[in-house]
């Protein structure tokens, strides 16, 4: 095995474990490049050109992945968790209908999944219905629709 191979295979270890050890988000795009060094290496490619490849690897990397990754794991990805006293006053939309006395389902703002009861213990919310948070109850949100249904008084005998 070539030199060069067992450089970039030791160098992109290192910084694999080095990225595990701080998790930082910062040496595993160095471990990248390493990586592309090695195939570089095993293509049959000059030192020089394992390192313009390294190098290149590393940083369209570092500069293209490396904000979706941050921005993947919640340092900006869509809307943060609210909690239940954040939700007052929100709108959302019945996801699993919500049968008087029971809980159902609803989504609030940009996808936020939260168990949810009808504020009237007897009013029933079906599903697409949209509501208005108005309450909470621990972490059950309670909602009004915001749709008023005229199915009352629709005796059909």
């Given at each position: 095995?070539?030199?060069?191979?067992?450089?970039?295979?030791?160098?992109a270890?290192?910084?694999f474990?080095?990225?595990?050890?701080t998790?930082s988000?910062?040496?595993?795009?160095?471990?990248?490049?390493?990586t592309?060094g090695?195939?570089?290496a095993?293509?049959g490619?000059?030192?020089?050109?394992?390192?313009?490849g390294?190098?290149?690897?590393?940083?369209?990397?570092?500069?293209v992945?490396?904000?979706?990754?941050?921005?993947?794991l919640a340092?900006?990805?869509?809307d943060s968790?609210?909690s239940p006293?954040?939700?007052?006053?929100?709108?959302?939309?019945v996801?699993?209908?919500?049968e008087?006395?029971?809980?159902?389902?609803?989504?609030?703002g940009?996808?936020?999944?939260?168990?949810a009861?009808?504020l009237?213990p007897?009013?029933?919310?079906e599903?697409?219905?949209?509501?208005?948070v108005l309450?909470?109850?621990?972490?059950?949100a309670?909602?009004?629709a915001?749709?008023v249904?005229?199915?009352?008084?629709?005796?059909?005998?």
């Amino acid at each position: 095995m070539d030199w060069e191979v067992i450089f970039w295979v030791v160098l992109a270890a290192l910084a694999f474990v080095g990225e595990i050890m701080t998790v930082s988000f910062f040496l595993l795009f160095f471990a990248l490049g390493a990586t592309v060094g090695v195939l570089l290496a095993f293509l049959g490619f000059g030192m020089g050109i394992q390192i313009v490849g390294f190098v290149a690897a590393s940083l369209l990397s570092m500069v293209v992945l490396r904000p979706a990754l941050l921005n993947r794991l919640a340092l900006g990805y869509g809307d943060s968790y609210d909690s239940p006293h954040n939700l007052t006053g929100r709108g959302g939309v019945v996801m699993k209908g919500i049968e008087p006395g029971e809980s159902g389902t609803v989504k609030i703002g940009n996808g936020e999944f939260w168990t949810a009861r009808s504020l009237y213990p007897d009013q029933r919310i079906e599903t697409g219905v949209k509501v208005r948070v108005l309450d909470t109850d621990g972490l059950t949100a309670l909602v009004e629709a915001m749709e008023v249904e005229s199915v009352e008084g629709g005796d059909s005998s």
